[in-house]
């Protein structure tokens, strides 16, 4: 199974509680692990073990910071195809206007209907409701340009069916942009191996060192956490604190 797939059945408010006990989890198995190597095995240097825990907590910042720009760049892809959507919905819109009737009306009501689907659609459990309707109005509009073009072959209707290819188009773009395109199951699973690992080693020093628990450790797992949290939010689009705003369809669907 995806692991993505996987993450996705836990609330997005749950994973950063998760994180932090995965990661807690692993500090603590580690200091046991070098309490057992003092009991049974030969003393072990602290020093050496510093430099890979250094190492392998870089590794893990480097990857996040990697996912992280992955993740964002796919937000900033949404908000673009959103904006080109609304514009693509003004312009059939406005040439609209120029149809014979009744297809001038039935293909303005039609988008303005669209636009009212798109905007409910970003309400929580009606995505796949918005897109089974939003293709329904694609085929009613499809239907509008049939006949208007089977009435008059002109420039205005040629330029109808043009942007009304435009807004079909980007909605498989707007589809595949904010449904489809995921940060990678590998990289969550890499992700959460590294994690591990540098808290087990980083307990495993603190045991060597024969330290007690410090309050820094914590703070350390809190700020991975957070960035493992604020990944997975720009990675579920309309679930968490990080939506894609929907001004420009608000204020498009307020001038039709």
């Not at 009306?105 to 798109?118: C, G, H, P, S």
């Not at 590294?194 to 410090?214: D, E, H, N, P, V």
Request: glycine residues 8%.
């Amino acid at each position: 199974m995806d692991i993505t797939a996987l993450l996705d059945r836990f609330p997005l408010w749950s994973l950063f509680p998760i994180t932090i006990g995965i990661a807690l989890l692993s500090v603590e198995a580690g200091r046991r692990l070098a309490d057992y190597r003092h009991r049974h095995e030969a003393q072990e240097k602290e020093s050496p073990v510093g430099g890979m825990v250094g190492g392998t907590l870089g590794l893990l910042a480097f990857m996040l910071a990697f996912t992280f720009g992955l993740a964002n760049t796919r937000y900033e892809a949404r908000r673009q195809v959103l904006l080109q959507e609304a514009n693509a919905v003004g312009t059939c819109y406005l040439r609209a206007a120029m149809l014979q009737e009744p297809m001038r009306t039935d293909a303005r009501n039609l988008l303005r209907e669209y636009v009212d689907i798109r905007l409910d659609a970003v309400n929580p459990g009606k995505l796949a409701q918005g897109m089974a309707k939003s293709e329904e109005i694609h085929q009613r509009l499809w239907t509008v340009a049939v006949a208007t073009a089977e009435k008059e072959r002109s420039a205005i209707t040629s330029l109808f069916i043009q942007s009304l290819n435009q807004v079909i188009d980007l909605h498989s773009t707007r589809v595949m942009a904010g449904v489809r395109s995921r940060v990678p199951g590998i990289i969550w699973i890499v992700l959460y191996m590294l994690l591990i690992l540098a808290m087990l080693m980083l307990g495993y020093q603190s045991g060597l060192a024969k330290s007690k628990r410090s309050i820094a450790v914590l703070a350390l797992v809190i700020g991975f956490s957070s960035v493992f949290f604020l990944i997975a939010d720009l990675d579920r689009p309309g679930q968490g604190l990080l939506k894609t705003s929907q001004e420009a369809l608000t204020d498009l669907r307020r001038t039709m």
